[in-house]
């Protein structure tokens, strides 16, 4: 999910985005990559801008060691005045790749910051979930300057999961508190990791190869990093549908989605690319995060040079 040549390439994995109502792009499932535009088009909307906190709803049951390794994600994507001296390639080093999207639209380059999180283990709204249902979770957050996330426990249904996405992000409407962004992410370890977890397990489709050791011991959660970081920063680019995408508003591929498949160098159908490998644990990675956390992030694609770049 490395520079893969995505206009003849076949790869199983995760593709573009099955939009639903007040939502953009997602990581989506589909057996083919289909030959991608060469540009990134800007749309002339707005982008995340300034000081944005990123809550965190964790619905249904996460351990505590889940719930950390998610929320130090999160912390890791702005280096903190302590972690001058962090390891590279690291998080921050891969948010940043997303200021050249910025300077072309002569937008300040957003701070995000680990806001709130809110537990919800009683499943208030019950364990099979509709886009509605995740437009509520999502205003547990804050109404405005943020980027509300909901992250689904791998015994929550949700609506279209494993079927035609394994997350997606939107928009709250428009009110006088302000909009804010959401994310949704769901925990794919039970119900679809040969897709959406990939290539931490066996792929359901495509060539076959060996899993990968996930980073941080958690096949589930370690593909919601994968999920989240890209949908991150397709709402940092495209939050509200008219900002960074190539191809039709319906169906957008953003700066994530337009390099599917591919984490290092040299990827290809079914192999996930160079990536760095932990001497001890023997898991893949490609980021170095906070607290000594190591994490797989996505390609993300380059509007000045169209093509995807990778951190290793």
């Known amino acids: 999910m490395a520079v893969a040549t ?7 994995a995760l593709l573009a985005s099955v939009v639903f109502r007040g939502s953009y792009g997602g990581r989506t499932l589909s057996a083919l990559v289909e030959e991608q535009p060469l540009a990134m088009t800007y749309h002339k909307g707005a982008l995340l801008a300034g000081n944005v906190s990123v809550n965190l709803i964790f619905y ?37 790749t997303l200021a050249k999207y910025y300077a072309a639209s002569r937008t300040s380059f957003p701070k995000l910051g680990l806001g709130k999180q809110v537990v919800d283990e009683k499943y208030s709204l019950g364990r099979s979930l509709r886009d509605t249902d995740l437009a509520k979770l999502a205003a547990r957050g804050a109404p405005r300057d943020a980027v509300n996330v909901v992250l689904t426990a791998e015994d929550v249904a949700v609506e279209g999961f494993c079927m035609s996405r394994c997350g997606t992000h939107g928009a709250s409407r428009r009110s ?65 549908g008219n900002g960074y995408f190539q191809g039709p508003k319906e169906a957008p591929l953003e700066a994530a989605t337009a390099c ?3 984490y290092g160098k040299g990827a290809y159908p079914g192999y996930a690319g160079y990536l760095l490998v932990d001497p001890v644990t023997g898991a893949s990675y490609n980021a170095h995060g906070a ?22």
């Open 6 to 12: 995505a206009t003849t390439a076949l790869v199983f």
């Open 60 to 96: 249904g049951k996460f351990t505590a060691s889940q719930r950390a390794i998610i929320s130090d994600f999160v912390t890791s994507l702005s280096p903190l005045p302590h972690q001058k001296d962090s390891l590279e390639p690291s998080v921050a080093t891969w948010w940043k």
């Open 176 to 240: 006088r508190a302000g909009r804010s962004a959401y994310v949704w992410v769901g925990n794919s370890a039970t119900q679809c990791p040969g897709q959406c977890a990939w290539p931490f397990h066996q792929p359901m489709y495509g060539p076959q190869a060996p899993p990968l050791v996930a980073p941080n011991g958690d096949v589930g959660v370690d593909g919601m990093i994968i999920n989240l970081a890209g949908l991150l920063a397709g709402t940092a680019t495209n939050p509200f």
């Open 260 to 262: 599917p498949g591919v």
């Open 291 to 312: 607290r000594g956390r190591k994490y797989l992030l996505p390609a993300l694609f380059d509007p000045s040079t169209s093509s995807c770049t990778t951190l290793v």
